[in-house]
């Protein structure tokens, strides 16, 4: 079969689009390691991951934030409820149908603003707390 070759200007765009998100990358992981070293500044001691908030040993700190902020975060579901719910565990009020939930992979379900709020404290799950030690 002819085929054309495309001319070289067509993949540009393409090629400065990747480029574009290498750098955001670079720049991402920059960031990473410029938190990471800020954070061993202070970390001679025991001390909480900034991230997950678990108590990390000193001589663990860096391996554990390095895996901890490279963990993809948790991801849940919307809804909105037909009936009433029990309690939320984090507001403690209850679910009440027409409001919009959050459902997590465990079927746990939360207000959805109830539970954004808690992921910017720690990505897991109120009532089943992940133990990864
Ligand atoms: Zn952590
Ligand atoms: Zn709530
Ligand atoms: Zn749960």
């Known amino acids: 079969m002819g085929q054309r070759t495309s001319r070289p200007q067509t993949a540009s765009a393409e090629e400065t689009a990747a480029r574009r998100a290498e750098t ?4 991402w992981l920059r960031e990473q390691r410029e938190l990471v070293t800020q954070t061993m500044r202070f970390s001679q001691v025991d001390r909480p991951c900034p991230k997950c908030k678990k108590m ?9 934030l390095v895996c ?7 991801e849940f579901n919307t809804d909105v409820l037909e009936v009433d719910q ?13 409001q919009v939930i959050a459902r997590l992979p465990c079927l746990c379900i ?18 089943h707390p992940s133990s990864d030690d």
Do not use: M, N
Not at 58 to 63: L, P, S
Not at 68 to 74: E, I
Not at 86 to 98: A, F, K, M, R
């Open 68 to 74: 901890c902020l490279t963990k993809p975060a948790l």
């Open 24 to 27: 955001q990358h670079q720049k």
């Open 56 to 64: 990390q040993r000193a001589e663990e700190f860096e391996t554990h």
């Open 110 to 127: 939360f207000h959805e603003h109830c539970l954004k709020d808690w992921f910017k404290v720690r990505e897991e799950c109120p009532s």
């Open 86 to 98: 029990g309690e939320c565990i984090i507001c403690y009020e209850d679910l009440l149908s027409q």
